[in-house]
């Protein structure tokens, strides 16, 4: 964690002159959350450090999900300059290209949050991911950095003990990767944004999610009309990038996108290590509160490798959609048997 993050010590102590031709920059950045939820609250505690870090420079806003443009078009808007950035979930392209949901989100592939964060930063996720942004943002698009908020618990309103149990569920799932999954195990996804899910759940649209770390799913009462979460989880940990409209990037000096670069390394490990704390904090008080009516579901690890191995082949059959998700796809193979996350033979 100290290596990934070290960017942000260094950024935090550099100090941008403020000359009389500096122009303040503000910067409208639409993000995957609801308004009030974890990450949302989480990222927003953090926006005043941008600023200082930046010397004044940079004064930004977070909008919710869909409230400029629609969930999976910032790409448009951040390329247009509507938005000035996105901090949101990659796997939303995954209609554009399915390169973007195996950097998006690799399901059921790593362990824990930094092993994604490190397959980013050391990896060749990120450079990959900015190749994408070029592609389908005409090159106005720059990719600051990519990194995962936490693992998501799975939440249902039946329970879901094996992966048998998935067979004629309606499953609240995002487009690609995680659909094609839940489908080969019998699922029937359903796609929608974030902010949908408590709804369709309330109503039986749905019989579970593809949602949220436990925390944030807490947070927007998720737990109120699905009482059996599986935790911990078994599937995502979707990557949260943060991608600049290039203009408002190249108005900045180096000093001011050092700056901006650890400001995000920073908020994101914050976001990582709360979400983590607050998740066992309410699993534990879950466990301990019986009144509430929670069970929570732990998969052993014959069914969590059984999930593994259906997700691999849906991982190999989305590096066949273009050029650019077989190198995300060779990018992860070969980062996670460097990791010992897969054995060297594996083919």
Same mark, same amino acid.
């Given at each position: 964690?100290?290596?990934? /993050?070290?960017? *942000? ?12 031709? *500096? ?5 409208? !950045?639409?993000?995957?959350a609801?308004? #009030? ?12 450090? $941008?600023?200082? &870090? ?11 999900i ?12 951040? *390329? ?13 392209f ?12 690799l ?11 490190? +397959?980013?930063?050391? #990896? ?15 090159k ?36 690609? $990767?995680?659909?094609?999954? +839940?489908?080969?195990v019998?699922? %029937?996804?359903?796609?929608?944004p ?28 998720? +737990? ?5 979460? !599986? ?50 904090k309410?699993? %534990? ?5 019986k009144?509430?009516g ?12 059984? /999930? ?6 849906a991982?190999?059959?989305? %590096?066949?959609?273009?050029? $650019? ?10 980062? &996670?048997?460097? &990791? ?8």
């Amino acid at each position: 964690m100290k290596s990934i /993050f070290a960017a *942000a010590a260094m950024a935090a102590g550099v100090l941008v002159a403020q000359g009389a031709d *500096a122009q303040v920059q503000n910067w409208k !950045i639409q993000t995957s959350a609801q308004a #009030g939820d974890f990450y949302y609250k989480s990222i927003e505690k953090w926006l005043p450090v $941008l600023t200082t &870090m930046t010397g004044g420079k940079v004064k930004a806003e977070l909008t919710p999900i869909g409230s400029v443009v629609p969930h999976n078009q910032t790409i448009d808007a951040v *390329a247009q300059g509507i938005l000035q950035g996105d901090l949101t979930s990659t796997v939303y392209f995954s209609g554009r290209d399915k390169a973007f949901a195996l950097l998006g989100d690799l399901i059921a592939g790593y362990d824990t949050p930094w092993q994604v964060i490190q +397959f980013c930063y050391y #990896g060749g996720g990120r450079e990959i991911l900015q190749e994408l942004f070029d592609k389908y943002g005409n090159k106005q698009i720059k990719v600051v950095g990519c990194a995962t908020g936490g693992k998501e618990a799975f939440i249902s309103k039946v329970p879901i003990r094996k992966v048998d149990d998935f067979k004629g569920k309606k499953i609240r799932s995002p487009e690609g $990767l995680a659909a094609d999954v +839940f489908r080969r195990v019998g699922g %029937a996804p359903v796609a929608m944004p974030p902010s949908e899910t408590y709804t369709a759940l309330d109503k039986g649209v749905v019989d579970a999610a593809d949602d949220s770390t436990y925390s944030m799913s807490d947070s927007v009462g998720l +737990f109120k009309v699905a009482k059996f979460p !599986i935790y911990p989880g078994i599937h995502s940990m979707p990557i949260l990038q943060f991608t600049v409209n290039m203009a408002s990037w190249n108005r900045l000096n180096s000093a001011e996108q050092a700056a901006v670069d650890g400001w995000y390394r920073a908020a994101m490990a914050d976001l990582v290590m709360s979400a983590d704390v607050e998740d066992r904090k309410l699993v %534990a008080r879950d466990l301990a509160d019986k009144s509430r009516g929670i069970e929570i579901i732990d998969w052993p690890q014959g069914e969590r490798d059984k /999930f593994r191995q259906v997700a691999a082949g849906a991982w190999k059959d989305f %590096a066949a959609g273009s050029e $650019l998700a077989r190198k995300a796809y060779d990018a992860n193979i070969r980062f &996670m048997k460097q &990791m010992n996350l897969l054995p060297a033979d594996y083919q």
